[in-house]
């Protein structure tokens, strides 16, 4: 049913497993999925007693190319500054896992995968995914690799999400969580900025209402813009000022036109005409619409500390300065929730004017906090290394 | 050549002045202009000796529509809780003058206008305008109206640079001045959510290079695009939770589509879908990029005070708390910039969660702010009131 996973030093490319073809698998929304198909990378090597495993969730337009050359984009991996051999998420003692999300197209199932019922991209007709389906999903992998207790879950931004949805359902599969410039729910600000994203996609001609791959057309345009609107949100002013200021392209002044004058204006365009050379239009309607939709605390009678009463997951909740998108005081809602829920929890604010992307920098302090955190842990765990 | 302007009480409706056609208007770019349109509305009695006269200036998507009912939407004028018989602009005692800025859509000559050497709109042919085009236009109008000093000029956003672009361009024309909720430069971040509302714009097919008149087409979902993005950047993200948090449109409960599940997001469309009502798509491209040249210190030697050297105007610069587009920090180096120039400059921060709105709104403190400093400046100007 699966490929070989790594337990090899070198990564595994391309690893898949199917699920839901014999236990069905019901989705928040209602509706059955199966059978469905999870993608995921693994780095370094799991231990004897499968007890070095960290599982890494990625945000809205990650995907499971950690720290490996991303196969469409020739660029290193998004958190390739983190994990690898001596790293922060050292893979010379960890086995680090990341699972490409349901909903998502990378090869896991999502809107540009063939549904099985018409042969065609599913498109729209692929039910609305939520994070709470896309961890009970990458549980079944954990399984299906024979790992009963994850050492540690951590992610930033909607993968920080994950590992707050994974403490909550899964607490004893949980040895400790790191979740990074996050919240327990979206706030109408995030909602607002995700729904202007979904609406220039669906703005595009070509999206088609949604049938753009069976039409061989793409809404270039509208996720050009979706993209360009949300990568504002992924930087401080500051760091804005800092890269760019008011600075112009050309030294030979202004143009008095509607190109590109300003180097920030460059900049984006760039973002915008990048993205949609690694993204479905429709997965980041799927993904963006799962962030929106959680709200850990609902599931729990609308109290985020319900959601980890006595807990044996030791947390680490980090969150940057400048993150406007997530900001600390979100990130420190949770800590508060998990303070009333008596639960294990260092929080740390990282001075950072890097804005939310700082998660995905080699900032010295994130650094040092991750790897103080995870060696504590290792101790506590009883994990020895080489 | 003009219509007669508000000499009587009742506020005389669709007053326009015609420029250009005998002295030539050169625009900042070097082309020159001309013949064009202003058009303006006016309020209240000019009096005797002309020294009662206020001028706002409007915002990006504002109008010279101040304080009635608008043509387009039968809405209240945008500035109507500020501007009236006995409100903060006393219109029984001042005479209020607002002007549609060059290159806007509601009678001055924009790129909707008909350019006369081709018979057709002007659309991108229309020279870029800059804040100094605009405000030298609106001098010619003042002019025109007999009104050899302006007792004072104010306005919120772009609004606010005008008024800074006025008294640095015109100090002996102008008694006293209020920029509000402003800035002296566009910054980075400015102009990054100005360009993805134009490349919203630009990205809609029925955009048709911006021939759409001449086509018989409207790039309608660009520009609510566009609109939905920058009223994000209105509103604060405190307001938006009050105004809306998470709330559903249903009370049934989330639908699993992509519908607008969320108050906010109706909220958001249909601050889209009205605004195509009534404003051009160029317009919204050509105003967006006069405020992204905008830099005053860029015309006096890159040092904002020289802007202001030895200026006779006094000034009252007021930002609010939770504005995030123009933060304090941008209103306060424009004090800053005064202060080094020996200005008489006042300066308040307004408390308000409502984001950059907050100055279309009745704040007490606002409101009383406003007319203490109006009050003020009446006494040194020697206006005596009935």
Known sequence: MTEPVGTADAPQAGSTADFGREAPFMLDCGVELGPFTLAYQTYGRLNADKSNAILVCHALTGDQFV??????????????????????????????????????????TGPKSINPASGEPWALDLPVITLGDMVRAQKLLIDHLGIDKLFCVTGGSMGGMQVLQWAASYPEKVFAAIPIATAARHTAQNIAFHEVGRQAIMADLDWCGGRYLAEGRNPDRGLAVARMTAHITYLSEPALHRKFGRRLQD????????????????????QGASFVQ????????????????????????????????????????????????????ENRDVVHALNAAAADVSFVEIESDAGH?????DEPEFRDTLCGFLNGCAEHRGLSFP
Chains 1, 2 share one sequence.
């Open 278 to 329: 690694r993204f479905d239009a429709n997965s980041y309607l799927y993904i963006t619409r799962a962030m929106d939709y959680f709200d850990l605390a609902e599931e729990f009678g609308g109290k985020l500390a319900n959601a980890f009463r006595s807990t044996p997951v030791r947390f680490c909740v980090i969150s940057f300065s400048s993150d406007w998108l997530f900001p600390t005081a």
């Open 251 to 270: 030294r030979k002044g202004l143009t008095f036109g509607f190109d590109a004058d300003f180097q920030v204006e460059s900049y984006l365009r760039h």
């Open 67 to 108: 720290a490996e050359t991303h196969p469409v984009t020739g660029k290193p991996g998004w958190w390739s500054l983190m994990v690898g051999p001596g790293l922060a998420l050292d893979t010379d003692r960890y086995f680090v896992i990341c699972i490409n999300v349901l909903g998502g197209c990378m090869g896991t």
């Open 357 to 361: 992307d700082a998660f995905l920098l």
